[in-house]
């Protein structure tokens, strides 16, 4: 294990606030697709400007903000104005382009203290829309004396609403492509399911299922475009009547890996006719 010594970096370009920052280190550029690193605080705002960072351009990136104490305001060049606190979750996607500011809201008392993390997104959604979205109620699982807020992702059957494009899904890709080569899925089908889903009855939104759909697609193509674009990706994750149409209806969703609902012939029928063309 190595432990990384951030540094101290003035934020929004003057001395007014001061964070330290961890990544990107000399030592180590980035964590996975994490790639950036921030955390302020805790600093008494009261009586002073306390964060002010004028607006300022992103692209081909998310930036994750979180908060322990006090309140920051989002702005954007999309029209976004929200306040994240202590327990929400602010999400950018830069995509091709978007700018932003991230203030102390006028007359804050009190601490402040939180991170800023930025996840580099794959190339094949660099050149995306960008989006922003405000999560105010985050999904919490217990255990052993713990309480877990899920940000990002998924942890013990709880998963965030918020939308990532980096999947840990990637390094089983990886490992298959390493051990067997690529040419074995020429013949292959990649079936996909959420661990959050299996034996739950719980289902990705089509959004989220065609994201890492897509995903997959995309990483395999970095290797040989032509079995990416033949290769049969299905989705597995509880598919029922209710949603079978609007997830067969995805760009990269060729198909179901269906369970449960193939033990119910009036289901299965329901499921077979969403699939046709």
Sequence with gaps: MSVLAPREVPLGGTRQLLVRRTLPHRDLRTVGAWCFLDDYGPVDVTGTPGMQVPPHPHTGLQTVTWLLDGAVRHQDSLGSDALVRPGELNLMTAGRGISHAETTPVGATGALRGLQLWV?????????????????????????????TVLLGSVAGAMSPARTYTPIVGAQLDAVVQHSGIGALATAVVAYEPVWAIGTGRTATPAQAQAVHAFIRGKLAAVDAT???????????????????????????????????????????????????
């Design 120 to 148: 580099a997104l794959p190339a094949r959604y660099r050149d995306a829309a960008p989006e922003f979205a405000h999560h105010g109620d985050l999904p919490r699982t217990e255990g052993e004396g713990l309480t877990v």
């Design 227 to 277: 079995i990416a674009s033949s290769l049969r990706i299905l989705y597995g994750g509880s598919v029922k009547p209710a949603n079978a149409a609007e997830l067969f209806a995805q760009a990269d969703i060729d198909g179901g890996l269906i369970g449960g609902a193939s033990l119910v012939a009036e289901d299965f029928l329901a499921i077979c006719a969403a699939a046709r063309p």
